[in-house]
């Protein structure tokens, strides 16, 4: 056994094992190295040195030549996500089917209250659905006006583990939120150990750029990327970044797609603020060119992509550290829903469906093309989104006593992704025909194969809601700092 790194009985001690993962290179955030991982009553019980005996072991799996990494923790997603008069498509078994065949064992879903709904009664009643999926899910809640009940519902959300709350600043009279609400929900978080999640985007430059646009007729798809301008961004992000500071609240800034915000954000970090950078796939693969071809509509997103070299900034902040974590903000529409408004972007369904491609193109992206350390790609997808969503060391890690959450990668293999391939709830990816490299072969979760070989295993619904730790103590600040290394 490594020093720090065993478990009870994983050398014949008192714990049966119930498999071991043999000859890989297991990957943690902030360490890597040849080890065997031994796995009991669905938690990780040892990283042991290669070779090291356990007897009664009931199964093996050989990864040699493999990367053993804990599964993927994605912090955005929308699971059958109404807005407006459209639904996504996925319920929490297709989008869970969908994530483990992507190597991500751990999903962190929404509960956006419909008009007139209370945030804990969405919230509640999302939650009910977790035990629909093949893996675990936590949940955001989310706040859209203020009212006296709202310190009461806060509270008793974060006592039953839902710590996190999503607030907008764009979308008006659906989810926008405004600044007054912002403040009193983030103070009211700071002193209950959670934090806001926020999407930035000021809504008045949005409606003014897209009155413009409107009126020279440039506001269907393929005139997405002019409708909402990366100031409009950069001004939410700084107004947002002010009320924070001025509350000494934790503030996390979802699918952030410009280096000039990671940036801006990364200053008040500087500062003492808890404030941190979520980045998605698709604005770290993708650019703006998408909406010239023949689909527009299928890469309608908010905010949308970027020009090129705003996407090769952006992707910079991976290696410098000011990225805490990658999302997917998987949005399950088909093209028929997206086609059906696409001469008006104002009124059209935007998101891109994205849970199962997540890890790979960023992967590919990356690790193979451009050599961030495997460690850094399971800081960012797997450990820090569930330090910032309080999950850790639970998921994220396969640190003894977390969950057997495993995805075992062939780093080179080639592969072209189809959606004909792919297990999502839509009859489209915006990454068709690209050619990547590595892919997860087979994923456990807790402990149980469930995808091997590109086949599903275990198609058994045994999904659970976890209920998060607190974030922080009112007066002690969250750190999503990397980890050290194992032996220390």
């Not at 007066?475 to 194992?486: D, F, G, M, N």
């Amino acid at each position: 056994m490594f020093p720090g790194r065993s478990g009870a009985g994983a050398d014949g001690g008192h714990a049966p094992v119930d498999l071991v993962v043999r000859g890989g290179t297991v990957v943690e955030a902030g360490w890597s190295g040849p080890a065997d991982v031994f796995v009991a009553e669905g938690r990780v019980l040892a990283l042991a040195e290669p070779g090291a005996p356990a007897p009664g072991t009931r199964e093996e799996i050989d990864a040699t030549g493999r990367l053993v990494m804990p599964g993927g923790v994605d912090p955005h997603c929308h699971v059958g996500f109404t807005s407006g008069d459209f639904t996504s498509l996925d319920d929490y078994l297709q989008c869970t089917t969908a994530a483990v065949f992507g190597g991500t064992t751990t999903i962190v879903d929404f509960a956006i209250p419909r008009p007139g709904q209370a945030p804990a009664d969405a919230a509640y009643a999302q939650r009910a659905k977790a035990e629909q999926g093949l893996c675990d899910s936590a949940l955001h809640a989310c706040v859209t006006e203020w009212d006296d009940t709202i310190p009461d519902q806060l509270g008793a959300l974060v006592a039953d583990g839902v710590v996190t709350v999503k607030m907008f600043t764009t979308y008006r009279n659906e989810t926008m939120a405004d600044a007054d609400t912002i403040l009193r929900t983030m103070a009211t978080l700071r002193d209950l150990g959670g934090m806001v999640v926020i999407h930035c985007e000021a809504n008045h430059i949005i409606e003014d750029t897209q009155a413009h646009c409107a009126a020279d007729g440039r506001i269907g798809a393929a005139d997405m990327a002019g409708t909402r301008p990366e100031l409009a961004e950069t001004a939410s992000v700084a107004e947002i970044l002010a009320i924070a500071e001025s509350q000494r609240a934790p503030v996390y800034f979802v699918h952030q797609s410009t280096a000039e915000a990671v940036e801006l954000v990364a200053a008040a970090r500087r500062r003492g603020l808890r404030a941190y950078t979520e980045s998605v796939a698709h604005h770290l693969v993708l650019d703006e060119t998408m909406y010239e071809g023949e689909h527009p509509e299928r890469f309608v997103c908010c905010p949308p992509l970027r020009p090129r070299d705003a996407v090769s900034r952006l992707g910079r902040h991976l290696f410098t550290g000011e990225i805490t974590t990658i999302g997917s903000d998987h949005c399950c529409y088909d093209t028929a829903q997206k086609r059906s408004r696409s001469g008006d972007v104002r009124v059209m369904p935007n998101g891109l469906p994205g849970v199962e491609t997540r890890l790979p193109v960023v992967f590919s992206a990356y690790v193979a093309g451009m050599g961030l350390p495997a460690t850094r790609f399971v800081e960012l997808t797997a450990a820090n989104p569930a330090r910032a969503n309080g999950l850790y060391p639970r998921k994220g890690t396969l640190l003894p006593g977390a969950d057997a959450d495993i995805a075992i990668w062939d780093p080179t293999t080639e592969w072209t992704i189809t959606s004909g391939d792919l297990h999502m709830a839509t009859d489209y990816t915006p990454y068709e025909g690209m050619r990547v490299t590595g892919r997860p072969e087979t994923v456990m979760v807790g402990g149980r194969v469930v995808v091997h070989d590109g086949r599903l295993t275990d198609a058994t619904p045994r999904g659970r809601h976890l209920p998060a730790r607190r974030l922080h103590d009112p007066v002690a600040p969250v750190s999503l700092r990397r980890p050290s290394a194992l032996s220390t």
